[in-house]
């Protein structure tokens, strides 16, 4: 398979592999290195194993601590038996489920998993991450909350990068003097570039969505405002309940069967107000707190009056990540034609206003 982004010398993804090859070599005795441009399928990896020379893709994650992550590449299909995956040092409980998965891996501290499928077998577990590896897992340990809520802006509309800074204030809800750092580090991590005259651009719409759906799921979402309820009339719920324009609407498994109508959903996630919108819908559908209950309604992150192009859904990269967050293998199909929609979206917007 293809490597998914071209890496720089100097980027944080360059040194992550770096890393990770070090710590290889030093559990394993393998060399590895990256090689430079062969043909169309961009650099790859390169490991000397038992006197063979193999040859990989790669797929960078610069955050892996937890499934959704690891589901999120197998439901993008991005990695084969010629692809590794590089990241910071894996729990046990996580490269158990690597192996699971058929993920081949390598990460920071030299723990591995590769196969050829024709005899070579490599699985190292247990390592710790050295003092040199902290400190890069430290450094890029992920993104901040103002640059998650800036992407997730950008690719709603993409324009919206080259928006003034009190307009991308209003619609992610960063303040203004937070909006220059989150560029800075958006753009040091690869996520946008800025081309000769000023004007910024996602510069790989596949990883920022990916990085984008994984920080949302590990830093944002975890601290939103939300309360899960069940009701009696919950499928009744899903077919006669109609979202408010700009104050609420459809995410998860609804809003996948909305997009893609692929999906008989059995969980309901909606966006909306906690402190007004939703007393009329408990009160309709009956609605009883219930912290293992199959609706759960989310307090938006964003101002609900932008973005609303997607209406009754949020915006597809978020029904993705929410997707995610469900751990439901029937999900990760949808998912991946969730993800390819915003790819293509954002691929497109950027190409009219070029």
């Known amino acids: 398979m293809n490597a998914r982004h071209d890496v720089k010398a100097s980027s944080p993804e360059a040194q992550l ?45 610069q955050v892996v601590d937890r499934f959704s992550t690891l589901d999120d590449l197998k439901a993008r299909s991005v990695l084969d038996e010629a692809t590794l995956l590089f990241c910071p040092v894996l729990t046990d409980a996580l490269a158990i489920r690597c192996h699971s998965l058929g993920i081949q891996f390598i990460d920071t501290a030299g723990n591995a998993y590769i196969t050829d499928g024709a005899g070579i077998l490599i699985s190292v577990t247990g390592r710790k991450l050295d003092k040199a590896s902290r400190h890069l897992q430290a450094r890029d340990a992920g993104m901040t909350p103002a640059m998650l809520r800036v992407l997730f802006g950008a690719l709603a509309e993409p324009a919206m990068l080259n928006a003034p800074y009190r307009e991308i204030s209003n619609a992610v809800q960063v303040s203004t003097g937070a909006i220059a750092k989150a560029f800075e580090g958006l753009e040091a991590r690869g996520f946008i570039t800025v081309t000769p005259d000023g004007t ?122 929410d997707l995610l967050e469900t751990q439901d293998g029937r999900n990760l199909a949808v998912a991946d034609q969730i993800f390819k929609k915003v790819v293509a979206h954002v691929h497109d917007s950027q190409r009219q206003t070029a």
């Open 200 to 321: 910024r651009l996602i510069r790989s719409p596949e990883l920022a969505v990916s990085e984008w759906a994984t920080g949302y799921l590990h830093r944002l979402r975890p601290k939103l405002r939300k309360i899960r309820f069940a009701s009696d009339r919950a499928d009744e719920l899903r077919k006669t309940w109609s979202p408010g324009y700009r104050e609420s609407a459809w995410s998860g498994e609804v809003a996948a069967e909305s997009i893609t109508q692929h999906l008989n959903p059995s969980s309901y996630t909606i966006y909306m107000d906690l402190d007004s919108e939703v007393k009329d819908l408990i009160k309709t559908y009956r609605l009883r707190a219930d912290p293992t209950g199959n609706i759960e309604i989310i307090q938006p992150f964003w101002n609900m009056d932008r973005f609303a192009d997607s209406f009754p859904t949020v915006p597809w990269h978020l029904v993705y990540a």
């Open 17 to 61: 592999i770096e890393a990770s090859l070090q710590g290889l070599h030093a559990s394993t005795g393998i060399e590895g290195k990256l090689v430079g441009m062969i043909g169309t399928r961009g650099r790859r990896v390169r490991l000397r194993v038992a006197g063979q020379s193999l040859q990989y893709g790669y797929e960078v994650k």
